[in-house]
DNA sequence: TTATGTGCAAAACATTTGCAGGAGT
DNA sequence: ACTCCTGCAAATGTTTTGCACATAA
């Protein structure tokens, strides 16, 4: 969460805090939600602010697996994800990264390619039942 | 664009031919513009519906390729996407398909596979050099 | 002390929806 | 005729922003 001149304030270390608690991959209202509990008065631009701030700096992860909202990840180590067609629930796919897909999209398209993210979709165990 | 009763409406047809026209992903208000200069009188309500069922009936892809909206692709056969980073454009990967990720996403997570996305990141020729 | 951050509320934006009238089959 | 579809406008949901006050450094 460390940038150049970022101050270390309360909200921000609950807000870090409560996002590396969980696995679900939490929605910016979903992390108010949790926030709030410790932090009352807490308002809902400066989760957004701080969301931001910390994905742009690298503390954290902003998702884009589809629907409607963001999700955030406190890990930032390269994995993948999947998202529920059902449930709309996402979890990390953790298996071995590719790198020359990277190469490989360089050489087709001529862009300086700075990574890519792999989204899977499918079904949950307790939605594939239903 | 054909599902079991969806009629055939000049509404329709007029999206699905400005869509089928480019190859630049647009987002449903960019179709929206596009049609509006066939059929001034076209609501941007009628354009999301109709995305959204072509998308459905598989006549048409969503796309999630990150940024606030939307985008929509007439190109239905698989191939991946890139975004850049500084402007935003989003263009076509043509590589290889990796069908054994699915399979290595099932063994990890359990879930049913039905399928995968690569988004990749990176600059277009026209950014990198600034 | 002073630049940065916060709470609050309003604004901005993308998307969805209700409804009365219109059009495809 | 009988549904389904459209235009319009209002509603919804998410994210951003302006501003006066608060607070970390």
Redesign the interface.
């Given at each position: 969460m460390t940038s150049s001149n970022m101050r270390l304030t309360t909200q921000r270390q609950v807000i870090l805090e409560e996002l590396t608690k969980v696995s679900s991959h939490p929605t910016a209202n979903e992390i108010y939600d949790m926030v709030r509990k410790r932090l009352p008065r807490i308002g809902l631009g400066t989760i957004y602010r701080n969301l931001e701030l910390m994905a742009e700096s690298g503390t954290i992860r902003k998702l884009?697996?589809?629907g409607n909202q963001k999700r955030f990840d406190a890990i930032t180590t390269p994995h993948?994800h999947?998202r529920?067609?059902a449930c709309g629930c996402v979890?990390d796919?953790?298996?071995?990264q590719?790198p020359h897909?990277?190469a490989?999209?360089?050489e087709?398209?001529?862009?300086?390619?700075?990574?890519?993210?792999?989204?899977?979709?499918?079904?949950?165990?307790d939605c594939?039942g239903k």
């Open positions: 884009e697996t589809g993948h999947i529920c067609a979890r796919v953790h298996i071995i590719s897909l990277d490989l999209a360089a087709a398209t001529g862009y300086r390619i700075t990574g890519h993210s792999i989204q899977f979709s499918g079904y949950c165990q594939v």
